[in-house]
């Protein structure tokens, strides 16, 4: 795949590379990733940036002790290693593994950085990317801290739903990805599950949470009922 087929099949990339330096165009370089692919490892050393035209991936912290806890998930557009060059940093902080196939449009970090000083476009839609990230981070953080598991695991089910727009369904995550993606430990999701389950918020199938329409609306009206308790 050329760029030119890249622009092609991705136009919202266009407006990121209109002031795109003309050398760039024979340096830069394409790679797609099959799903469950590490793009790059926490302390590794960064010597790229990449633009995610395709696909989804998932920003991960890794601990010595072996948990694994998600930060966010991000859609195209999205970058691969702008924070840790704009931080001035020479190794990655975080782990970033596909959830889908992903397509990636590939920098040296030097080019990256003589661009951005160049473009004063790119470096605002780079910038506005990462203020992004950092607004939804810092408004979604305290709800791990204030809110019960159990109002954590039943708004993470309702917003999956909603996400796939379905009034019913099952949530497709085992208990090791549900412990990654909302930071609730294994044991007291368990114990959470069985809480929900009892007081009939959900159900289960084949071993994984489902809801069907009228648990939907109950659970709705539990997540308000919490929230308005709270405030």
């Not at 590794?44 to 995610?52: A, D, S």
């Not at 950092?134 to 305290?142: H, K, M």
């Not at 289960?204 to 919490?226: C, M, P, V, W």
Request: proline share 3%.
């Amino acid at each position: 795949m050329t760029l030119d087929d890249l622009l092609s099949k991705y136009p919202d990339l266009s407006d990121y590379m209109k002031y795109m330096p003309e050398e760039l165009k024979t340096r830069c370089w394409i790679r797609v990733y099959p799903k469950g692919t590490i793009i790059h490892q926490k302390d590794e050393v960064l010597e790229y940036f990449g633009i995610v035209c395709d696909g989804s991936h998932r920003v991960i912290n890794e601990f010595e002790n072996g948990n694994i806890y998600m930060i966010e998930r991000n859609d195209p557009i999205d970058f691969v290693g702008e924070v840790t060059i704009l931080a001035g940093k020479e190794k990655t902080s975080v782990t970033i593994e596909t959830l889908t196939e992903c397509t990636v449009l590939y920098f040296s970090r030097k080019d990256f950085e003589d661009w951005i000083a160049r473009d004063i476009h790119f470096l605002r839609l780079v910038s506005r990317k990462v203020a992004y990230k950092l607004y939804r981070s810092s408004y979604n953080r305290g709800s791990k801290l204030f809110y019960p598991p159990q109002y954590l695991l039943l708004d993470y089910c309702v917003k999956y739903l909603d996400s796939a727009r379905q009034s019913f369904g099952i949530i497709p995550k085992t208990r090791q990805q549900l412990y990654e993606e909302i930071g609730i430990s294994v044991k007291t999701l368990n114990r959470t599950i069985q809480k929900l389950k009892t007081e009939n918020l959900i159900g289960i199938t084949k071993g994984k949470i489902s809801i069907d329409e009228e648990q939907l609306k109950e659970a709705r009206k539990y997540l308000e009922e919490k929230r308005h308790m709270n405030k």
